[in-house]
């Protein structure tokens, strides 16, 4: 129990650091009526379909009228199979602009909100829209570290029973080894349990009073974690018999032994995909590869951690030591390899490292993995020449790796840089002069700086013009330009932008809505190639 304590403590110090409603990868990518759109007449529903499924309750979709009062009828669902766009019916019919607000859970389990607008008949000034509610912070500290205890159980039980089956097959009859394998299968089972039971909670706002919500249940079990949820269940459960009879068995036959592997990595890749599946590998670019990438990362996170603590704490003999310290290696490299294309595939570039929260997280995970690979090369050393003196060695390794094993906790809530803004800068006032935002994708022939025009700089419909440029101020086209509006001080937002291409270089919104005055963030997404993107983001005074 202080074993597991111990890694549990170093998860929790990085889920509290970050506790809070994070961001996530589901994108709207279009509504009907479309953002700033003026209709001739009124839609009986206003819908939103978004990059991946989500979540969304019954009020998730709030239209707020021109003169401030309720135009929907509080009956929001998803209107397609895939779960992936969203509406309510539209109960009024008067003219003039109409602000839509929207609350929903990403596929990863994050929930997300916005705001558009879209007129009928005429535009007019836009009623005030209330912040959306920013959640308990009681709820997201209890819901990460539920999170984080299905981390560290995990990690434990995979990687002390791997360790058992091939390292040390006597070992499953110490006393210490069995309490380890079986705290960490009733650690994962109840924690899995209440992070699907706050999952609701969380997603809606709310706080722990809607604990036992059955609506709130009901809707997280129709999402990606819902489904991860009941497979680890299972997969727990049919995993019990399989531990007592690994804990039961002192030696194997060889046929034996081939038979009870199979179904350990079915085990193993069962319980890791349930993370895979509703986490930042099943959202975005390149999920096919991303998803069997992470699972596999997961898989050698877990052996190589729990195998740590197995052989700090037991004390196996010299034969189990040096079996893992091959299996070690071999997680290392695996972990290095898969790390290597999670990183690139959340990144985005390099300035993304400082520029964002994702990117300072990793640089603290690679300096901790740094760290702990330097402690298991002094391991493997001394593994050779004198098992006696490697308790120490072994010891910083494992604190080492509980580190990495927060920081990995960490940037499962953070918002992934790829998506994230890339800079923001001074609050200044639009001028026909505009701004210039630099830009660099990481490719050939990725940068260049954009010139960006809003005006007048009024709420209500505005010019937005965007010109790229090259290095050199000679305008050119790039593969794809997006532009999204944020109004951080009222949770207002990202607002997707409908650009039109107008020239060579020209991207043009000629009537953008902005519902609200304040300072908002212009993030501009730029992308050179299939691989290569980055966002320029800057800030606007609107009146």
């Known amino acids: ?4 304590l111990l890694v549990l403590a170093g998860v929790f110090a ?14 709207l990518e279009s509504t009907t009526p479309t ?54 019916p539209l109960t009024s019919t008067a003219q003039g602009t109409y602000t839509v607000s929207w609350h929903v859970v990403s ?37 990460w570290t539920a999170r984080g205890i299905e981390y560290a159980a995990f990690a434990l039980l ?15 009859v110490q006393r210490g080894v069995r309490r380890l394998i079986g705290y960490s299968w009733l650690a994962l089972l109840l924690a899995t349990v209440a992070g699907a039971l706050l999952q609701g909670p969380y997603g809606a706002g709310a706080g722990l009073d809607r604990l036992f919500d059955g609506n709130l249940f009901s809707s997280t079990l129709d999402i990606a974690l819902g489904t991860g949820v009941i497979v ?62 992470d699972v596999l990362h997961l898989d050698a996170m877990g052996i190589w951690l729990g195998g740590l603590v197995v052989l700090w704490r037991a004390k196996p003999p010299r034969v189990a030591v040096q079996r893992f310290s091959q299996v070690a290696f071999l997680c290392v490299g695996v972990l290095v390899a898969t790390g290597t294309f999670q990183s690139w595939r959340q990144l985005g570039s390099w300035a993304g490292f400082l520029d964002t929260e994702y990117g300072r997280l990793l640089l ?40 990495v094993l927060g920081l990995t906790a960490a940037l499962v809530n953070a918002e992934p840089a790829r998506t994230a803004e890339a800079a923001t800068t001074p609050v200044v006032q639009a001028t026909p002069d505009g701004q210039t935002l630099p830009f660099d994708t990481g490719g050939a022939g990725g940068k260049g700086n954009l010139k960006v025009y809003i005006t007048p700089a009024h709420a209500g419909p505005n010019l937005l013009d965007v010109t790229v440029e090259d290095p050199t101020g000679t ?15 009222r949770d207002v937002g990202p607002l997707k932008i409908d650009m039109q291409h107008v020239g060579t270089g020209r991207y043009r919104a000629a009537e953008a809505q902005i519902p609200l005055a304040g300072a908002w963030q212009v993030a501009i997404t730029v992308r050179t190639s299939d691989v290569d993107e980055t966002t320029a983001a800057g800030m606007w005074s609107v009146s």
């Open 1 to 4: 129990m202080r074993t597991f």
């Open 14 to 27: 990085a889920m509290v650091a970050t506790a809070g409603q994070a961001s996530a990868h589901a994108v």
């Open 35 to 88: 953002n700033g759109a003026v209709v001739d007449s009124a839609p009986t529903r206003v819908t939103l379909t978004f990059g991946e499924a989500v979540q969304v309750e019954p009020d998730g979709v709030h239209v707020i009228a021109p003169d401030g009062s309720s135009a929907d009828n509080g009956k929001t669902d998803h209107i397609d199979g895939r779960g992936e766009t969203v509406g309510v």
């Open 107 to 143: 596929a990863d389990s994050h929930p997300i909100s916005g705001a558009f607008t879209f007129s009928i008949g005429h535009a007019s000034a836009a009623a005030p829209v209330a912040a959306p509610s920013s959640g308990s912070l009681a709820v997201s500290i209890v819901y």
């Open 158 to 172: 995979v990687g002390s029973v791997a360790f058992v089956f091939w390292c040390w097959p006597g070992g499953g």
């Open 232 to 293: 680890r269940i299972v997969v727990l459960a049919l995993a019990a018999p399989y531990l007592g009879e690994l804990l039961a068995t002192a030696e194997w036959t060889p046929d034996r032994r081939a038979v009870f592997g199979g179904i350990g990595v079915l085990l193993l890749n069962g319980l890791a995909w349930t993370w895979s599946m509703s986490g930042h590998a099943a959202a975005g670019f390149q999920a096919g590869l991303a998803m069997p990438v």
């Open 364 to 403: 603290l995970k690679i300096a901790a993995v740094l760290v702990v690979l330097g402690a298991a090369y002094f391991s493997r050393k001394w593994v050779r020449e004198r098992v006696g003196a490697l308790r120490r060695p072994v010891l910083i390794e494992t604190a080492g790796a509980v580190i």
């Open 475 to 489: 305008p050119e086209d790039v593969a794809e330009l997006t532009v999204n509006l944020t109004l951080k001080e």
